[in-house]
């Protein structure tokens, strides 16, 4: 596609619940990003991947979060036991192979995850 | 660790006034980005600076490198209702692993 897509624009969940939420990012970006946002906040970094592999994953907050990018296009975060903290909209981002810290995000219109 | 920290967190400004945001990292940045986010939209990428003391400009739009690297500046000259969003910085960590947001300048513009 055109752009960065991220499935479901809008979860519901209860808490304990488990949820995966998916982006699908621009054809040939080899650099994707997770991040979180919070209403009112900069978006708080998640995981990174370049390819298959998770880069860096220092910003999942615990592990109950976990990312996958299996053939290095589309990936799912998913997040079990669901606690009512973890809502918040879900950003991915994706960008070409980075050199030297260079190029810009694109970013996802974002998942919102709503935990009861 | 690494801090971005913008301020101030609020602007509201009559239309045609100026607005500047201003971005201060805790540590030197090899570069640094600004993002606008509209409401309920998604962070968009403004520009990319690189150099030391290096500044760019984009219509009404001016950025700012600092010369140490540590800190930078966007201003809008008189600013339009179009301009109503949410500004953020952003610099990498020294492995350019990540991205680090900084906390954002909500602009109001008041016709």
């Known amino acids: 596609g055109a752009g960065v897509s991220q499935t479901p624009s809008n979860k519901v969940t209860e808490k304990g619940k488990y949820v995966e939420l998916r982006c699908d990012p621009i054809?040939?970006?080899?650099?994707l990003y997770w991040y979180r946002q919070s209403l009112g906040q900069g978006p708080e970094f998640l995981i990174y991947f370049q390819g298959t592999g998770a880069a860096d994953d220092s910003g999942l907050p615990n592990d109950r979060f976990f990312a996958v990018r299996p053939e290095g296009s589309v990936s799912t975060l998913k997040i079990q036991r669901t606690e009512r903290g973890d809502s918040a909209v879900y950003l991915c981002a994706s960008s070409l192979l980075r050199v030297r810290n260079t190029g810009e995000l694109f970013f996802g219109e974002g998942s919102r995850l709503t935990v009861l | 660790g690494q801090q971005v920290m913008q301020i101030p967190q609020y602007q509201h400004v009559q239309e045609g006034e100026d607005f500047t945001t201003y971005c201060n990292s805790s540590t030197t940045l090899s570069n640094i980005q600004w993002y606008k986010q509209r409401p309920g939209g998604h962070p968009v990428f403004l520009i990319q600076?690189?150099?030391?003391?290096e500044v760019k400009k984009q219509k009404r739009l001016t950025f700012q490198f600092g010369e140490a690297k540590k800190n930078s500046s966007l201003h809008i000259t008189a600013t339009q209702t179009t301009d109503v969003g949410t500004y953020f910085c952003?610099?990498?960590?020294?492995?350019?692993?990540?991205?680090?947001f900084g906390t954002g300048t909500s602009l109001t513009v008041i016709p």
């Open positions: 952003a610099g990498p960590t020294d492995t350019g692993n990540q991205f680090y």
């Open positions: 600076l690189v150099k030391s003391g």
């Open positions: 054809s040939g970006h080899t650099a």
